[in-house]
């Protein structure tokens, strides 16, 4: 069974910092994309950040400059460093994975659990 286990989220003030982490484990064959994803209350979930495994990244307009995505392939894991964090990005952040269970399979998204993330202004 494939698992994203998410951590880092917390409660910080408006210009703090929090490093969101995300490792996938269970039995599976390969990753491709992955990404961080966001819901705030009464909105649609969104897409933060997302990076192939090749390592090229796409960002939300709302948090280019301010947000780095990047990954360890070889620890099959998702980082997300936030940086200048504003009340706006208060949310909660899911993990995303594209990854097939054996080489013949097809490709699913895969999902995190969530982590809560709060900036107090």
């Known amino acids: 069974q494939v698992q994203l286990v998410e951590s880092g989220g917390g409660l910080v003030q408006t210009g703090e910092s929090l490093r969101l982490s995300c490792a996938a484990s269970?039995?599976?064959?390969?990753?491709?994309?992955m990404g961080w994803y966001r819901q705030a209350p009464g909105k649609q979930r969104e897409l933060v950040a997302a990076i192939t495994t090749g390592g090229s990244t796409n960002y939300a307009d709302s948090v280019k400059g301010r947000f780095t995505i990047s990954r360890d392939n070889a620890k099959n894991t998702v980082y997300l460093q936030m940086n200048s964090l504003k009340p706006e990005d208060t949310a909660v952040y899911y993990c995303?994975?594209?990854?097939?269970?054996?080489?013949?399979?097809?490709?699913?998204?895969?999902w995190g659990q969530g982590t809560q993330v709060t900036i107090s202004s």
């Open positions: 269970g039995s599976f064959f390969s990753i491709a994309d």
């Open positions: 995303n994975a594209r990854l097939r269970l054996r080489m013949t399979a097809s490709w699913y998204d895969y």
